[in-house]
């Protein structure tokens, strides 16, 4: 289907159009490859260090990691890092392949590490939201958008002026 016949489609069937094609991408995504192997890889690359909040969201074949964690520096503080895809928490995304979650029981604070996996579509929009904590309020450290295009993740801005809870 080239351009001209998608421009003589009315709005609702562009958008079933649309849905189709997601549905299909992320069909392809689980039989592609082996996702296990892509998360235990995706968590040490992500986190080089065990006490850090993890490296930004990366292109993995056709899949989106998407790291994120919570350290705990006190009972009352923490730090935090997560990605925001398309308006939602990537564990909570419709695009969503899997979501793992890795505690560390040996320390005496607390400290846990995801990676989540995403089925993107051109256009789709990232943010990293890092944040830290202090007796129970969020206070963002900084944020960071990118677009997926053509394959990518392009960094469109970076910036900390909201909040979010989680």
Same mark, same amino acid.
């Given at each position: 289907?080239?351009?001209?016949? @998608? #421009? %003589? @489609?009315?709005?609702e069937?562009?958008? #079933? @159009?649309?849905?189709?094609?997601? !549905?299909v991408?992320?069909? +392809?995504?689980?039989?592609?490859g082996?996702?296990? #192997?892509?998360?235990?890889?995706?968590?040490?690359?992500?986190?080089?260090?065990?006490?850090a909040?993890?490296?930004?969201?990366?292109? !993995?074949?056709?899949?989106?990691? =998407?790291? %994120?964690?919570?350290?705990?520096?006190?009972?009352?503080?923490h730090? =935090?890092?997560?990605?925001?895809?398309?308006?939602?928490?990537?564990? !909570?995304?419709?695009?969503?392949?899997?979501d793992?979650? +890795?505690?560390?029981? $040996?320390?005496?604070?607390?400290?846990?590490?995801?990676?989540?996996?995403? $089925?993107p579509? #051109?256009?789709?929009?990232?943010?990293?939201?890092?944040?830290?904590?202090?007796?129970?309020?969020? @206070?963002v450290? %900084?944020?960071?958008?990118?677009?997926?295009?053509?394959?990518?993740?392009?960094?469109?801005?970076?910036?900390?002026?909201?909040?979010?809870?989680?």
């Amino acid at each position: 289907m080239d351009k001209i016949e @998608l #421009e %003589g @489609l009315k709005d609702e069937e562009l958008f #079933e @159009l649309q849905n189709s094609i997601s !549905e299909v991408i992320k069909q +392809r995504n689980l039989k592609k490859g082996d996702v296990d #192997e892509i998360i235990d890889s995706a968590f040490n690359v992500g986190f080089p260090k065990m006490d850090a909040v993890g490296l930004n969201p990366w292109v !993995e074949g056709s899949l989106i990691v =998407c790291p %994120g964690a919570r350290i705990d520096k006190s009972q009352t503080r923490h730090i =935090c890092k997560f990605v925001v895809a398309d308006d939602d928490w990537s564990w !909570e995304s419709q695009h969503m392949i899997s979501d793992v979650i +890795r505690r560390d029981q $040996s320390s005496k604070h607390f400290k846990q590490h995801s990676i989540t996996l995403i $089925s993107p579509f #051109e256009g789709m929009v990232l943010q990293v939201i890092s944040q830290k904590s202090q007796q129970g309020k969020h @206070l963002v450290d %900084g944020i960071e958008s990118f677009t997926f295009k053509n394959g990518k993740l392009e960094k469109t801005m970076t910036k900390s002026s909201r909040s979010r809870d989680h």
